[in-house]
Every structure is written in C-alpha cells, then in structure tokens.
C-alpha cells in the first residue's frame, strides 16, 4: 500500500506539473510569435496547437531515452482516440458543433491520411530515426502550408471564431517569454514523475507499458487539449473546439512521434494494430460530418463517448 501511494502522488503530482506547464508554455509562445510578426491565425493554428502537444512531446521523448517505446507510442495513439472520442464527444454534449472555418475542414482529411501513414509505418511496430526525420518533414510541410494557404485566401474565409490572441504583444512580453522558458522547465519535471510512476504501475499490477501510455499517461497528457475544448464548446465557438482537437492530432503524429523516434528508434511493444484501427476510425468518421458541414450534435456526442468506454473496456484485462 505505501508503495501505490508513492506511486499515486507522482502520477498526480505528474500531471498537475504538465497541466500548468503547458498553460505557461501556451501563453508565452503566442506572445513570442505575434512578436516575431507572425499572424494571429497562423499562431492559432499552429503554435498553439504545438503549445497543447508539447506535454504528449516531453513524456514520449523521456520514455523514448528510457527504451519505454510502449508508452511512447501508446501515449500518441491514447491521446488522438481520447481528443476525438472523449473531448469532442463531451464538447457536442455542451453545445452542439459546427465547422466554419476552410482550414478546419482541410485538416480533417489530412489528419484521416496522416493516422493512415502512421498505420503503415507501424507495421513492424518500429519507428526508426529515418522514420522519425520523415516525419517531423512532414510536419514542416504542413505548417509551411497553412503560411502558404493563409496568404493565398482572405481572413474572413479562413478565420478561426473564438481565437483569444492578444493585440499589444509588448505590454507583457518580458513576463510571457518567462512563462514559456518556466513553462518548458515544468513540462520536463512533469513527465519524469508521470513516466517513472507509470512505469512503476504498470509494474506493481502487472500491465504492459502500451496500456499505461493508452489509457493513463494519454489522459494525462491529454488535460490541456481537454480544458482548450469544454471551454470553447461552453462559450460556442466550435472552431476552436474542433480545431484544437484536429491540430493537436495532427502534430502528436507528425512531431511527438518524429521527434521522440529522432531521438531514440522507437519500439512499439505491446501496441496493437487494433489501437492503430481505431485511431483511423474516429478520424474516417469526422470526414463527412465536417466536410458537409453537418453539426457534430449531442446524439453523436454520446456516440463518440460510448466509443471511448467501450475502447478502454476493451484494453483493460479482466
């Protein structure tokens, strides 16, 4: 018992450590960009998004060095099924969500081809550095798109509804670039307490990492994508909602698993190809829903949560 205690307070203490982090992490890198010059909207797009991923990065990158590739891989693919299945099904259950935004909409199908690539280059459940340096290639290409896409088009097409970007970024800029350096600083003293206390876990009651990194530490890491959207659903701005779930998928694939393979070949044991399956299934099934432009309503909000119950009913051994 003091031993699942010990192991308790430092997955707790774990995780309250990655929350705030990210929130610091969050605001200061905004500030920062929009001080570079960067638009508000393509700081929406992406350097928020890589803000609210940045939890997912550090604890795959610590378990990556420690050889935990189970727990790697497991926290990518737990966070992507949880950011669609969990946050998006109890967004639509506060309010009922509807994509406005053209950019919003073309990243559904990327990311549908993206957790299809990811598939693909799993089937010998290794991640290789080449694997990796492609990856993170990727990732380039996408956000010099959005650059490229946002220039090409109007604002008012391509505008995110309920982006609060601030407008005088020097009132508080030397406060913000503290924040984002303690919050980089927080995130790597976060992960090392939820990556040991999951190991240990998972070694007291005798589970495999894989299930640690889909269930527990994809929770976790999954708090700041999680508050970013109930938020956005309570106040009705569904962009935001959606985009911030789809954007975070999209770099967790590209960027987390790049850069923690880029740093240590990753092996995936313990993960499952019907992980991978339903990783693609949730994304398959937003396709028509926000191509149309239908509203994701609270009938297929209690879809998408029933989908996540039943999923970690699935993984968790009797």
């Not at 909207?41 to 890589?50: F, N, R, S």
């Not at 998928?249 to 960027?255: D, E, G, K, R, S």
Request: aromatic fraction near 8%.
């Amino acid at each position: 018992m003091p031993e699942l205690i010990s192991i308790a307070f430092f997955i707790t203490f774990g995780l309250v450590l990655l929350f705030f982090g990210a929130d610091w992490l969050v605001k200061g890198s905004i500030t920062l960009a929009l001080h570079l010059g960067l638009s508000p909207l393509i700081v929406g797009l992406t350097v928020v998004a890589l803000g609210t991923s940045f939890p997912e990065a550090i604890v795959s990158i610590q378990a990556s060095i420690g050889n935990k590739g189970g727990i790697a891989i497991g926290n990518v693919v737990g966070s992507n099924i949880l950011n669609i299945a969990l946050i998006l099904g109890l967004s639509a259950l506060f309010n009922p969500l509807k994509v406005d935004s053209h950019l919003v909409k073309a990243d559904v199908p990327l990311l549908a081809g993206a957790s299809f690539m990811l598939l693909v280059l799993l089937e010998d459940l290794h991640i290789s550095r080449m694997e990796g340096a492609f990856l993170l290639l990727c990732i380039c290409g996408y956000i010099f798109g959005n650059i490229m896409t946002v220039k090409r088009t109007s604002y008012d097409e391509n505008k995110i509804k309920g982006m609060d970007i601030p407008k005088d970024t020097s009132e508080n800029f030397g406060r913000d670039i503290i924040l984002l350096l303690l919050g980089l600083i927080v995130l790597g003293i976060g992960s090392n307490f939820l990556v040991d206390g999951s190991v240990e876990l998972a070694r007291l009651w005798g589970l495999s990492e894989a299930l640690i990194g889909l269930t527990i530490v994809s929770i976790g890491t999954g708090t700041p994508e999680l508050a970013t959207a109930l938020m956005a659903a309570y106040r009705k701005k569904s962009d935001l909602a959606i985009g911030n779930a789809i954007g975070s998928n999209l770099f967790n694939i590209m960027f987390v698993v790049g850069l923690a393979a880029l740093v240590s070949p990753l092996d995936a044991n313990g993960i499952k190809f019907s992980d991978l399956y339903v990783m693609l299934a949730l994304s398959v099934i937003l396709l028509p829903t926000v191509i149309t432009g239908r509203v994701i309503d609270r009938k297929e909000g209690f879809l998408f949560l029933a989908i996540y119950i039943g999923y970690l009913y699935y993984l968790w051994p009797a």
